[in-house]
């Protein structure tokens, strides 16, 4: 087998049909992490799939207590869950609670009536919730502790973490009848289809801005021989285009070391993929607070590249047309900006519109769907996870999966 879960079916996860959940107290791990613009938290997808389970569980009359996340320590999107508790309460009803393992939560848990949901705050408030621990030094954890003699069953409905070894993801199901929730059960489902069911021609679609974050899916997806075309846009594709010489890199990016180590990795990879990987032709620029679009083998120093052009867009397009399995990661351009959001569109109808079986991975793609209204059909899945996506991809264990197999 490689990797952890990777060769293995749903078969090894009890799920909520597994489960009498009847008057019982269910842990539930959700990921309803979200976009924070000006202090105000967005009702994102992540949110409506997850109430869907929930529901799903206080219509069975479980009593039902979410553990969640917002953000991390330090950063301006580490927020308490009270906003997340409003979003919610348009789709479920549900009560909110301050606190995590308090006397205060403790008491709100017992009191539960079958088919309430109960909202903890946010769990990594608590330092050990993200320590670096295994699920058995988790399970011995003061939050483990002081919640799991309240519980029943633990249910993870949040793949998006699942690659992280936290207390709220390894601790509980250690201890706790554990099953995945319908949001994972969709989530493995797809990633196993676009993994081991592959069908020829299949079409790798990368973009974003962090290429450093692809590099190891492309390099993996070549030595498979799984992959007939990479096509790349966003930072990635710029950075290709470095790799290739188009454009040369000015004294600032030279001093960049993430730059250059980038560069290298770039070269390195556009060497071993026999011309598989494919780089814009054109781009879009700002010019006098326009659009512009242009040839890449003109573009000047230091001219920021928004989009790709036209001319990419639609023989990325073709390709999409033709695969058979279409993986894409990344959108195109800066499409939070209606200028340059044309490249992100046209890719992404491209993918919807294929008969290919297609996955879309990554939060920022996921995002950019919402935003511009793009629909999914019923050849197109979304992944809702980004650093569990790109594990699994790379066949490598998620610890949050691992410990919800059967014994």
């Not at 079409?203 to 974050?213: A, C, R, T």
């Amino acid at each position: 087998m490689i990797g952890g879960m990777i060769s293995e079916n749903l078969e090894d996860f009890l799920t909520i049909d597994d489960f009498d959940v009847k008057g019982k107290t269910v842990l539930f791990r959700a990921d309803i992490n979200s976009v924070v613009i000006d202090g105000k938290v967005q009702m994102k997808e992540r949110i409506v799939e997850n109430a869907k389970t929930i529901r799903e569980l206080s219509d069975k009359k479980a009593k039902v207590v979410i553990l969640a996340h917002q953000g991390r320590v330090g950063r301006e999107d580490f927020l308490t869950l009270e906003q997340h508790a409003e979003l919610l309460r348009t789709l479920i009803d549900l009560k909110y609670i301050d606190d995590i393992i308090g006397p205060a939560a403790r008491e709100a848990i017992k009191k539960l009536r079958a088919g309430e949901v109960l909202l903890l705050d946010n769990v990594r408030m608590l330092a050990e919730e993200t320590l670096s621990r295994s699920p058995e030094e988790h399970a011995r954890s003061i939050f483990v502790h002081k919640l799991a003699p309240l519980a029943d069953i633990y249910i993870n409905d949040a793949f998006s973490v699942a690659h992280r070894s936290h207390a709220s993801v390894v601790g509980f199901p250690t201890v706790l009848d554990a099953g995945i929730g319908r949001l994972m059960e969709k989530e493995l489902r797809s990633l196993r289809r676009s993994f081991h069911n592959i069908k020829s021609p299949c079409i790798y679609l990368l973009g974003g801005v962090k290429p450093e974050e692809v590099f190891d899916i492309m390099e993996h997806t070549l030595k498979r021989k799984k992959v007939n075309r990479i096509l790349t846009s966003g930072c990635v594709g710029t950075m290709f285009l470095y790799a290739r010489g188009i454009i040369e890199p000015g004294e600032e990016e030279k001093s960049d070391k993430q730059f250059m180590k980038n560069l290298e990795r770039a070269k390195q990879i556009l060497q071993m993929s026999d011309d598989r990987i494919w780089y814009p032709e054109d781009v879009a620029v700002e010019i006098g607070g326009k659009r512009e679009e242009i040839p890449v083998d003109v573009i000047k120093p230091k001219q920021h590249i928004y989009d790709i052009g036209e001319r990419t867009s639609e023989r990325y397009a073709g390709e999409i047309r033709d695969a058979k399995t279409v993986i894409m990661k990344g959108p195109a351009g800066f499409y939070e900006k209606k200028e340059f959001r044309k490249g992100t569109e046209e890719l992404l109808h491209a993918v919807s519109t294929s008969d290919a079986f297609s996955l879309i991975g990554g939060g920022h793609t996921s995002a950019a769907m919402s935003t511009l209204g793009i629909n999914k059909t019923k050849h197109t899945r979304v992944s809702l996870a980004g650093g569990a996506f790109l594990q699994y991809l790379l066949e490598k264990d998620l610890p949050g999966i691992e410990v919800l197999k059967r014994d």
